[in-house]
């Protein structure tokens, strides 16, 4: 089945129905209120990447006097960047993210 969208048209929704294990049981817990809540084992493992991007955001590991000094280099047009030294990050990074590294 295909469903095209035209902007400004918003798609049916299709109806969604609950399903209790035990049909008693799902209209009482409705008519009081309450709910079931069963014990998971599930569980998340944060990765290095995800705690660098973290650290990243909160601003921890920034050398402000290097950024300041970086700052001033451009505003004066004397900033000169190691063209060599860019393009073996760049190629450092890339092989992170394909898995080659």
């Given at each position: 089945?295909?469903?095209?969208?035209?902007?400004?048209?918003?798609?049916p929704?299709?109806?969604?129905?609950?399903?209790?294990q035990?049909?008693?049981a799902?209209?009482?817990?409705?008519?009081?209120?309450?709910?079931?809540?069963?014990?998971?084992?599930?569980?998340?493992?944060?990765t290095?990447?995800?705690?660098?991007?973290?650290a990243?955001?909160?601003?921890?590991?920034?050398?402000?006097?290097?950024?300041?000094?970086i700052?001033?280099?451009?505003?004066?047009?004397?900033?000169?960047?190691?063209?060599?030294?860019?393009a073996?990050?760049?190629?450092?990074?890339?092989?992170?993210?394909?898995?080659?590294?």
């Amino acid at each position: 089945m295909t469903t095209t969208i035209k902007p400004g048209i918003q798609a049916p929704q299709p109806q969604v129905q609950l399903r209790t294990q035990n049909q008693a049981a799902g209209s009482a817990a409705s008519t009081q209120g309450a709910s079931t809540v069963r014990p998971s084992d599930d569980s998340v493992k944060i990765t290095d990447s995800a705690k660098a991007l973290d650290a990243a955001s909160r601003g921890d590991g920034i050398d402000s006097k290097r950024v300041d000094e970086i700052r001033s280099k451009l505003a004066d047009g004397t900033y000169k960047p190691d063209s060599q030294a860019i393009a073996s990050k760049f190629l450092a990074m890339e092989g992170q993210i394909g898995g080659k590294a």
